[in-house]
């Protein structure tokens, strides 16, 4: 299996820009979750899907940040505008179900500048 | 109070040495615990997963769990150089999924 993909792996953009970071779980898991690492904050959980469901939304920072999974292959994670405090490595994770080990994809390093 | 509390470190061990790493947890419904590696620059990685009350041993590795005192503890068994990473805690409490800040592992040649 290829594990968890998400792309792009680097992203540099300027404040006030749409950023668009993109996932593809492993085939056959049907939770999906968006984490956020920062030095300061460590870890967080912004989201997860369930059979492609929002079940917990409550880590998203604030109206700026939204999520969507069309498909069981798919999701996205988009910031518009980007601020330069949205800086981080963006995690994507799946797993069988929602209370099962949890898989990372590689993670997208962004740069607000 | 945190969801999941990590001693951050920095922990240093000599080559060939136990390393002992530590996490409690706040939600006494917590079902199941996971521990995790993420080297400099990588993704979280999955090491073990325990659900139940005492050891459980894979390789050098073993997890164990205490749900009377909330906590729950990795053993890494002749450490090695490789071994040097951060260790995050993972708890999942049945409603959410927490992680802890991590414990930072220095295994010295």
């Known amino acids: 299996d290829a594990g968890v993909i998400q792309s792009p792996r680097h992203e540099v953009t300027e404040m006030g820009q749409e950023v668009t970071l993109r996932c593809k779980p492993i085939?056959?898991?049907?939770?999906l979750f968006w984490y956020r690492q920062t030095m300061m904050r460590g870890l967080e959980l912004l989201i997860y899907?369930?059979?492609?469901?929002?079940?917990?939304d409550s880590g998203m920072p604030e109206d700026r940040f939204s999520a969507k999974m069309p498909n069981a292959s798919f999701s996205t994670l988009k910031i518009q505008p980007s601020e330069p405090r949205d800086s981080a490595v963006y995690f994507c994770?799946?797993?069988?179900?929602?209370?099962?080990?949890?898989?990372f994809g590689p993670g997208t390093r962004l740069t607000v500048l | 109070q945190k969801e999941v509390e990590q001693n951050s470190g920095p922990l240093s061990v000599p080559e060939g040495a136990i390393a002992s790493l530590n996490c409690t947890y706040s939600d006494r419904v917590s079902q199941s615990f996971f521990w995790y590696r993420q080297y400099s620059g990588k993704s979280p990685e999955l090491i073990m997963s325990?659900?139940?009350?005492g050891d459980k041993e894979d390789g050098r590795f073993t997890a164990q769990l205490n749900k009377a005192s909330q906590y729950v503890s990795l053993l890494i068994r002749d450490s090695q150089p490789s071994d040097s990473a951060t260790y995050l805690c993972?708890?999942?409490?049945?409603?959410?999924?927490?992680f802890g800040t991590g414990t930072s592992l220095t295994v010295i040649p």
């Open positions: 085939s056959g898991h049907n939770s």
């Open positions: 325990i659900y139940s009350n």
């Open positions: 993972a708890v999942n409490t049945g409603n959410q999924f927490y």
């Open positions: 899907f369930n059979n492609n469901v929002p079940i917990d």
């Open positions: 994770a799946s797993s069988l179900a929602e209370h099962n080990e949890q898989f």
